[in-house]
Nanobody, 115 residues
Framework: QVQLVESGGGLVHPGGSLRLSCAAS?????????TRWYRQAPGKQRELVAG???????TYADSVKGRFTISRDNAKRTLYLQMNNLKPEDTAVYFC????????WGQGSQVTVSS
């Protein structure tokens, strides 16, 4: 059974930083999966924040370009999202996702940006 366990969310002031982690366990070949971060703010649809494939370049939503960095460590089977210069509009529950014709999701991490 595949599990994705997220960590690193929390409360931060505007302009602050957080790093989210998503560790995969179970019987998967991690480097065969496209890895993504999504977020969902209250009352809004889930949106794609960033994605990266093994050995490939990263893509970002326009709203986070230049502030967020997605990365992955295939040996540790872990996905990361470094979030800098956080804004109140970044407040949401963040979900990691692995995709290779099937989807696996993390449990969600609350990120709150508030003064």
């Amino acid at each position: 059974q595949v599990q994705l366990v997220e960590s690193g969310g929390g409360l931060v002031h505007p302009g602050g930083s957080l790093r989210l982690s998503c560790a995969a366990s179970g019987s998967i070949t991690f480097n065969a999966y496209t890895t993504r971060w999504y977020r969902q703010a209250p009352g809004k649809q889930r949106e794609l924040v960033a994605g990266i494939i093994s050995g490939g370049s990263a893509t970002y939503a326009d709203s986070v370009k230049g502030r967020f960095t997605i990365s992955r460590d295939n040996a540790k089977r872990t996905l990361y999202l470094q979030m800098n210069n956080l804004k109140p509009e970044d407040t949401a529950v963040y979900f990691c996702n692995l995709y290779n014709y099937v989807d696996y999701w993390g449990q969600g991490s609350q990120v709150t940006v508030s003064s």
